[in-house]
């Protein structure tokens, strides 16, 4: 399931992004580091034209608890904002407490974004969230 959740988040993403200019990649490999040593896959990417970093998203088939989804996480979206010089970065949830969290990165000027997806709501609801989701991404690019 949590494939087809992740499938589902990127393909219905890039089609809200549709006319925002610029290009959506998914599950392309980056490398955090200089040597090309540790490699990452984010779930979705979104570039200028000039191949410059845009927007990047995770998609999480997890379920939010009252204390908040697991700081690995976070950790995993910090190391994708470091890699491509984004100043934020999104986790995209099955379901959640809250619509949306913004955590503020001490000394690193990045903010990362949780989303809640609430998957048990009719098709055009949820079709809705994630061109809301887009929205955010796209209102964030300088």
């Given at each position: 399931?949590?494939?087809?959740?992740?499938?589902?988040?990127?393909?219905t993403?890039?089609?809200?992004?549709?006319?925002?200019?610029?290009?959506?990649?998914?599950?392309?490999?980056?490398?955090?580091?200089?040597?090309?040593?540790?490699?990452?896959?984010?779930?979705?990417?979104?570039?200028?034209?000039?191949?410059?970093?845009?927007?990047?998203?995770?998609?999480?088939?997890?379920?939010?608890?009252?204390?908040?989804?697991?700081?690995?996480?976070?950790?995993?979206?910090?190391a994708?904002?470091?890699?491509?010089?984004?100043?934020?970065?999104?986790?995209?949830?099955?379901?959640?407490?809250?619509p949306?969290?913004?955590?503020?990165?001490?000394?690193?000027?990045?903010t990362?974004?949780?989303h809640?997806?609430?998957?048990?709501?009719?098709?055009?609801?949820?079709?809705?969230?994630?061109?809301?989701?887009?929205?955010?991404?796209?209102?964030?690019?300088?």
């Amino acid at each position: 399931m949590p494939s087809v959740f992740e499938d589902f988040v990127t393909v219905t993403l890039r089609q809200a992004l549709v006319g925002s200019g610029g290009r959506c990649s998914v599950r392309d490999t980056m490398y955090l580091d200089d040597r090309n040593a540790i490699r990452m896959r984010p779930d979705f990417g979104w570039y200028s034209d000039g191949g410059t970093p845009l927007a990047v998203a995770d998609a999480k088939y997890k379920v939010g608890s009252r204390m908040g989804y697991p700081d690995a996480d976070l950790y995993q979206m910090l190391a994708y904002c470091t890699a491509l010089g984004l100043t934020e970065g999104h986790l995209l949830y099955a379901k959640g407490h809250a619509p949306h969290t913004a955590h503020r990165i001490k000394r690193a000027g990045i903010t990362l974004h949780q989303h809640a997806l609430e998957l048990d709501q009719p098709p055009a609801g949820l079709l809705a969230d994630i061109q809301t989701l887009a929205h955010h991404l796209t209102s964030a690019v300088p």
